[in-house]
């Protein structure tokens, strides 16, 4: 598993597990089209602070169900797979969960799509 692999699967683990693979395969493109539009390393995205929610206040919570982080790991590599196919989301590079009031950054974004529980943004 490569660095890129091991870091959306953390996130998609932290992010997005009780989504369907749908849902998780749209957090990993997040990740993905943020890094290349900001032309920096995944892990740099995912750890950028206050970007993704369980790792706000640069904590790191514990992996504490295995089978769930090796299904979140083939998620990782499916997305980079659909990437290598020109499959991205329609670019999106934001998402916000559909139960919390609609962050500020939203407005005069593209909404590209629901997925479960979480929106898709692209910025305009």
């Known amino acids: 598993m490569n660095d890129d692999t091991f ?6 683990y932290h992010e997005a597990r009780g ?4 849902g998780q395969l749209a957090v990993c493109h997040v990740v993905m089209n943020r890094a290349e539009k900001r032309k ?7 750890l950028q ?3 993704f929610s369980w790792h706000n ?6 992996l504490a ?7 979140c790991i083939s998620v990782a590599e499916k997305a980079a797979q659909e990437r290598a196919e020109g499959i991205n989301l ?17 407005k005069g974004m593209k909404l590209i799509k629901k997925i479960g529980k ?3 943004y692209k910025e305009a």
């Open 7 to 12: 870091w959306l699967a953390i996130n998609v």
């Open 49 to 51: 602070p206050f970007q």
């Open 40 to 46: 920096r390393s995944i892990k740099s995205i995912v």
């Open 65 to 71: 169900e295995y089978s769930t982080l090796q299904s």
């Open 90 to 106: 329609s670019g999106a590079d934001h998402y916000f969960a559909e139960y919390i009031t609609p962050p500020e950054w939203s």
């Open 19 to 22: 989504e369907s693979i749908e």
């Open 118 to 120: 979480h929106i898709f």
């Open 57 to 62: 206040g640069n904590k790191f919570p514990p």
